[in-house]
């Protein structure tokens, strides 16, 4: 069963190879997805300081029927944060505001601020300023693991030549449609795990013929065949849901996609409108 295996990060710490993303899931709401979810047996749960929802998640935790240690939470150090300074005040108050003692994983949520994402500008001095934060953090036992989200290969590069930690993960748009395979090969000949975000393409995939008529042959939904595809690609899928139904149907992967199949899946012709999503940078 998917929800019980794990991938080994490259500092030996386990990660569940399915987790509960919760982008837009108010602070309200994610209190009882959080506590849905764990009964349902996920133990991965991935948050961000940008989704405004940490202490929902943090209580949701709390009022779960799971030990704390058998749970791994992610966050994301906000994508505006480009200092040493910003960066050690914003991890003290992600662990104050969801009211733990550690996280299992905090990721640089972009390479560049949001407002300057299609900007020239690398922001590599500022990704190095966060970074050292994030190591000093990870050494003082206040998180589990440290990685980043968004960069691209020469973002990722700066911190492998300039950091003293390799990231465990880089967190990542790939779905069916979308795969960006050099960054994908790159992380993984530098043993970084990716995570896949958005793994039913914010929705847009029950609206193409082709991946709709592969779930039928599969006798599965778009969004099984969808997390299944980036569980074969060796990623790790982060669908986002507050229905515990779909919680459920997402977890069960009991299938698999034929090579000729997934071959045909990663050469489908790229979405190029994310509908309401695109007004987002990383689907515009």
């Known amino acids: 069963m998917i929800l019980q295996e794990t991938y080994t990060l490259n500092n030996k710490v386990e990660i569940p190879k399915l987790g509960l993303g919760t982008w837009f899931i108010?602070?309200?709401?994610?209190?009882?997805?959080?506590?849905?979810?764990?009964?349902?047996?996920?133990?991965h749960i991935d948050t961000a300081q940008a989704y405004q929802n940490e202490e929902g998640v943090g209580q949701g935790i709390k009022e779960s029927d799971a030990d704390r240690s058998e749970l791994?939470?992610?966050?994301?150090?906000?994508?505006?944060?480009?200092?040493?300074?910003?960066?050690?005040?914003?991890?003290?108050?992600?662990?104050?505001?969801?009211?733990?003692?550690?996280?299992?994983?905090?990721?640089?949520?972009?390479?560049?601020?949001?407002?300057?994402?299609?900007?020239?500008e690398r922001f590599f001095e500022g990704n190095l300023a966060a970074w050292k934060a994030l190591e000093e953090a990870y050494e003082?036992?206040?998180?589990?693991?440290?990685?980043?989200?968004?960069?691209?290969?020469?973002?990722?590069?700066?911190?492998?030549?300039?950091?003293?930690?390799?990231p465990a993960v880089n967190q990542i748009l790939a779905h069916v449609t979308n795969v960006p395979k050099e960054t994908i090969e790159f992380c993984?000949?530098?043993?970084?795990?990716?995570?896949?975000?958005?793994?039913?393409?914010?929705?847009?995939?029950?609206?193409?013929?082709?991946?709709?008529?592969?779930?039928?042959?599969?006798?599965?939904?778009?969004?099984?065949?969808?997390?299944?595809?980036?569980?074969?690609?060796?990623?790790?899928?982060?669908?986002?849901?507050?229905?515990?139904?779909?919680?459920?149907?997402?977890?069960?992967?009991d299938f698999e996609i034929s090579q000729e199949d997934m071959e045909a899946l990663q050469n489908l012709e790229k979405i190029e409108d994310y509908g309401e999503a695109s007004k987002f940078p990383v689907f515009a």
């Not at 944060?81 to 994983?105: H, N, P, Q, R, T």
């Not at 589990?144 to 968004?150: D, E, H, T, V």
């Not at 592969?214 to 899928?237: C, H, N, T």
């Open 72 to 120: 791994f939470v992610t966050t994301k150090l906000a994508a505006e944060v480009k200092s040493y300074d910003e960066a050690m005040a914003a991890i003290d108050k992600s662990l104050d505001v969801m009211g733990l003692d550690y996280i299992d994983l905090m990721i640089i949520h972009s390479p560049k601020p949001w407002q300057d994402f299609k900007g020239e």
């Open 188 to 253: 993984k000949k530098n043993n970084i795990l990716v995570e896949a975000y958005s793994p039913i393409g914010h929705g847009e995939l029950f609206n193409n013929d082709e991946v709709v008529k592969m779930a039928e042959k599969y006798g599965v939904s778009v969004p099984q065949l969808g997390i299944r595809f980036d569980l074969q690609l060796g990623l790790l899928p982060l669908p986002k849901t507050a229905n515990p139904d779909h919680m459920k149907s997402n977890a069960e992967l």
């Open 26 to 43: 108010d602070n309200d709401a994610v209190v009882q997805a959080v506590k849905d979810a764990v009964k349902l047996g996920y133990r």
């Open 140 to 166: 003082a036992g206040k998180l589990k693991a440290i990685g980043l989200s968004n960069f691209e290969i020469e973002d990722v590069q700066n911190i492998l030549d300039n950091g003293s930690i390799k």
